[in-house]
């Protein structure tokens, strides 16, 4: 499984930017992750693929949604009302159970950057 991550980039605080996601095939759940300087890599939204179910972490709910194209086979994150915090390398995975853990995700894409300022 390869995913191809896109979006990435430069923002204001309390601007918006919107990734996205291209994986080579189905997977059942797929998700956002990211990992700022020195942090441990942390889950923001998973979806899972065959229906609606979505979950995501509590500094991200109400500013960011995950959404999926599945003709596409492409995840999207939008990110609204930025704050720096927000600042990371933003990751794709794809796996098989629906969870905010990054162990349960076996695929990953190569990261885009995300800076807000």
């Known amino acids: 499984v390869q995913l191809v991550e896109s979006g990435g980039g430069s923002a204001q605080v309390g601007g918006s930017l919107k990734l996205a996601c291209t994986a080579s095939?189905?997977?059942?759940?797929m998700g956002w992750f990211r990992q700022a300087p020195g942090k441990q890599r942390e889950g923001v939204a998973v979806?899972?693929?065959?229906?609606?179910?979505?979950t995501y972490a509590d500094s991200v709910k109400g500013r960011f949604t995950i959404s999926k194209d599945n003709a596409k086979k492409t995840l999207y994150l939008q990110m609204n009302s930025l704050k720096p915090e927000d600042t990371a390398m933003y990751y794709c995975?794809?796996?098989?159970?629906?969870?905010?853990?990054?162990?349960?995700?076996?695929?990953w894409g190569q990261g885009t950057q995300v800076t807000v300022s």
């Open positions: 095939v189905r997977t059942k759940c």
């Open positions: 979806l899972w693929i065959g229906g609606a179910t979505t």
């Open positions: 995975a794809a796996g098989s159970t629906l969870s905010l853990a990054s162990r349960s995700y076996t695929y």
